[in-house]
């Protein structure tokens, strides 16, 4: 089981103290959307390198908060810090819908946005939306699925609030 508190000291703790202060506060009374965004500003303000792993469990965490959008753009232009990395976030102009015929017969029906990627045996975790009557995504996702590869079968999918677990299954440990 993952603690929150701690994983939110853990982002906390990249920053210097005072910034890594305002982090924990936020958790602590609650304002999680705040902290989000305070930790991903005081990331690029002070230049912070972060590992990917480490961009793709904020990436989650934000997503967990309804947050993931509103700060996209910022966490990818975070300094990297160059070392090996078992998950990455895939390039927000590569997220785009998978064409083609559905992956897998589960997955029929909804509109696959690649979010994930493991670095060492390409299997991917992807958003399912549903299409709107307007034409855009639907704001939550239906499922995530981890996907043996960009056009492989859905390996394992998780419900619309379990964003972590399908993190945890595409590094390989399964919850």
Same mark, same amino acid.
């Given at each position: ?63 967990? *908060?309804?947050?993931?959008? @509103? ?21 927000? @102009? ?20 690649? *979010? ?17 009557? *307007? ?30 677990? @399908? ?9």
């Amino acid at each position: 089981m993952i603690d929150e508190a701690e994983v939110w000291d853990r982002f906390a703790a990249l920053l210097p103290d005072a910034d890594g202060d305002e982090v924990r506060v936020c958790w602590d009374i609650g304002e999680q959307e705040a902290g989000i965004e305070y930790l991903v500003d005081a990331l690029l303000r002070y230049g912070v390198r972060i590992g990917e792993d480490t961009r793709a469990e904020i990436s989650v965490v934000a997503e967990e *908060w309804g947050m993931r959008q @509103a700060v996209a753009g910022r966490l990818v232009r975070c300094t990297g810090d160059g070392r090996p990395a078992g998950v990455e976030l895939v390039d927000e @102009a590569d997220a785009v819908p998978l064409g083609g015929e559905p992956v897998d017969p589960a997955l029929d029906g909804f509109l696959l946005i690649p *979010w994930i990627r493991s670095t060492g045996s390409g299997r991917l975790l992807v958003r399912a939306h549903v299409e709107e009557p *307007w034409g855009d995504l639907s704001l939550i996702p239906e499922y995530y699925g981890v996907l043996a590869s960009e056009r492989g079968l859905a390996l394992r999918l998780f419900e619309s609030f379990s964003a972590r677990a @399908a993190l945890e299954e595409l590094r390989g440990s399964h919850p």
